[in-house]
């Protein structure tokens, strides 16, 4: 089945240096997947960050930016200068390109940003 | 303004009770979905479902069954809740091209 791989379970920045969270996924149809990064503020609910359904295409949103690198599998989450209110799970996400819509998720990664 | 509603927010059972999770979106999504989120892991799919009347197991669907009565509507029950469910449930909306808006999350304490 479909897979998806986030290596680092936290990570700690301060602020305003830079960040990058590591996804690789693993699909199983012949398509290429739909690739997502939603975000879990403290207290809140799951929130889409940012979606890429072409390979090959930068997403961007809230100053975070990541690229659907099709040779890689890979869709790393960067950002130049993070900041404390950028604290949060963040998880990495795909669906195959079929009717369901059905995400497979990594296991999250807890972003903490010192002051 | 899109919005997928959960209820309860938190609820504590007992073991071998039932358990009904609600869920109502107002988005007039046609699919609709229930995850379950361990500490540590990532969201994981119980059921989900095409419209009103319909429901297909997930990845994880033992112990619990769905129900899908209107296209707003989708709800999660366990009916002999056990320790293991103790979890946080998100419902979720979505349709072909979108991606899913989800729920604030319900958090459920078997005991």
């Known amino acids: 089945g479909d897979s998806v791989t986030q290596t680092e379970g936290q990570v700690t920045v301060s602020e305003s240096k830079s960040l990058i969270i590591n996804c690789t996924y693993s699909?199983?149809?012949?398509?290429?997947?739909?690739l997502f990064w939603y975000v879990r503020y403290p207290g809140e609910g799951l929130q889409l960050l940012l979606k890429?359904?072409?390979?090959?295409q930068k997403g961007s949103s809230r100053g975070f930016e990541a690229t659907y690198n099709k040779e890689a599998t890979s869709f790393h989450l960067q950002k130049a200068s993070v900041q404390e209110s950028d604290s949060a799970v963040y998880y990495c996400a795909l669906s195959e390109n079929t009717n369901t819509g059905k995400l497979t998720f990594g296991d999250g990664t807890v972003l903490t940003v010192k002051p | 303004e899109a919005a997928v509603t959960q209820s309860p927010r938190n609820k504590v059972a007992v073991t071998g009770g039932k358990v009904t999770l609600s869920c109502n979106q107002t988005n007039n999504h046609n699919n609709m979905y229930w995850y379950r989120q361990d500490t540590g892991h990532g969201l994981r799919l119980i059921h989900y479902?095409?419209?009103?009347?319909?429901?297909e197991k997930g990845d994880i669907p033992d112990g619990y069954k769905a129900s899908r009565p209107s296209q707003e509507n989708f709800s999660l029950i366990l009916e002999l809740a056990t320790p293991s469910q103790t979890s946080v449930y998100f419902c979720a909306s979505g349709d072909v091209g979108q991606a899913p808006l989800f729920g604030e999350g319900t958090r459920l304490s078997v005991l």
């Open positions: 479902s095409y419209g009103a009347g319909s429901t």
């Open positions: 890429v359904i072409t390979a090959g």
């Open positions: 699909a199983t149809s012949i398509g290429y997947p739909n």
